[in-house]
């Protein structure tokens, strides 16, 4: 719980500014896209490119580096890891090829919690690419859920059911926004420029709708395809997703038949459908509940005494236990495919 609420709290408040900044370079400016880094290229013959291989390693670094300085102020024995550092390989982009994984499992032994981020890696068909947190994170998810000495010794772990599949996996993808949207969102979260201990706000103005829960068929790990092939269970108005409904709530409106996704071409690690694509080959190949949301204390829309944490939330499992509904998208396995 106290590792849990520390991740949150590093990616809020004067946190959240610095990190930020760093981003934008990452994913929109200077070194990422200037270099090429996503297209690939040879860093032993073209000095140009290597240098700004070499800063974007080191701009990515920086950002992790706030990270795991946040959560050694709180008391977790934080370790941050580059993967470039560690020899991690892909095989084209957001394929990995290569992952090792011993400096994990050194972090493991030795008690540390381990930092990994979003990183240009060599690549065996281009030279370079760029390994996206989600990709990071997806990789994990599933080595984690095979490896019974990460779960086992988990005190709230379930049995597991014979496939793998352990209640203790729990997988977040936390962004700037509170889950998947049914259209881009028309007014910005209400949010203190000058105290980051005020809760944020949904403006009430707000008109788009949130996807409650997102449902794919079961696959194995070994076919984890790349397609958007999953469908909407259920959505709802944004400023009431953590309204409890009753027998006079207006009824829920109809999920849409597809999902679709507006161009990000100036984010280099694939934006919102590589974050949803990674979040749906989790679920497919752990049979874990994936939570996409975003970090921050929310006020209650109804109660304005009371805040929700989603991501904490979501990172405790405690999301299962609220009185109101969880603020953000599931994306989960069904229990019963689709006729």
């Known amino acids: 719980m106290a590792c849990a609420r520390a991740a949150v709290d590093a990616l809020v408040g ?74 991690w390989r892909t095989r084209g982009v957001g394929v990995v090829e290569c992952a090792k994984m011993d400096a994990l499992e050194r972090a493991r032994a030795d008690g540390a919690v381990p930092v990994l981020h979003g990183d240009v890696v060599d690549d065996s068909l281009q030279g370079t690419s760029v390994l996206s947190g989600d990709d990071i994170v997806e990789f994990c998810a599933i080595w984690v859920q095979k490896q019974s000495a990460w779960l086992d010794g988990d005190s709230n772990a379930a049995p597991r059911d014979g496939k793998g599949s352990n209640a203790a996996l729990r997988v977040a993808f936390l962004s700037n926004v509170f889950g998947c949207y049914d259209a881009p969102p028309t007014r910005d979260v209400i949010a203190s420029e000058d105290d980051f201990d005020v809760p944020l706000e949904i403006d009430q103005g707000e008109s788009v709708n949130l996807v409650r829960v997102i449902e794919v068929e079961p696959m194995s790990s070994e076919a984890v395809g790349d397609d958007i092939d999953a469908r909407v269970v259920s959505v709802v108005p944004l400023v009431d997703a953590c309204v409890v409904p009753s027998s006079t709530s207006a009824p829920p409106p109809p999920p849409p038949p597809s999902i679709r996704f507006e161009n990000t071409p100036t984010d280099v690690t694939g934006g919102a459908k590589a974050k949803l694509a990674a979040a749906i080959r989790v679920a497919r190949a752990s049979g874990a509940d994936v939570c996409v949301t975003r970090p921050g204390v929310v006020r209650l829309a109804d109660t304005p005494s009371r805040t929700t944490n989603p991501a904490l939330d979501a990172l405790t499992g405690a999301r299962t236990s609220r009185d109101y509904p969880f603020l953000g998208t599931i994306v989960r396995v069904a229990a019963d495919p689709p006729p």
């Open 14 to 87: 004067e946190n959240a500014q610095r990190l930020t900044e760093l981003s934008r370079v990452f994913v929109r400016t200077a070194e990422a896209r200037e270099c090429g880094c996503a297209r690939g290229g040879d860093v032993t013959g073209d000095a140009a490119f290597r240098a700004g291989v070499a800063a974007t390693r080191a701009k990515v670094r920086d950002l992790n580096d706030i990270v795991v300085q946040a959560l050694v102020k709180e008391g977790v024995n934080a370790r941050g890891i580059s993967p470039h550092v560690e020899g």
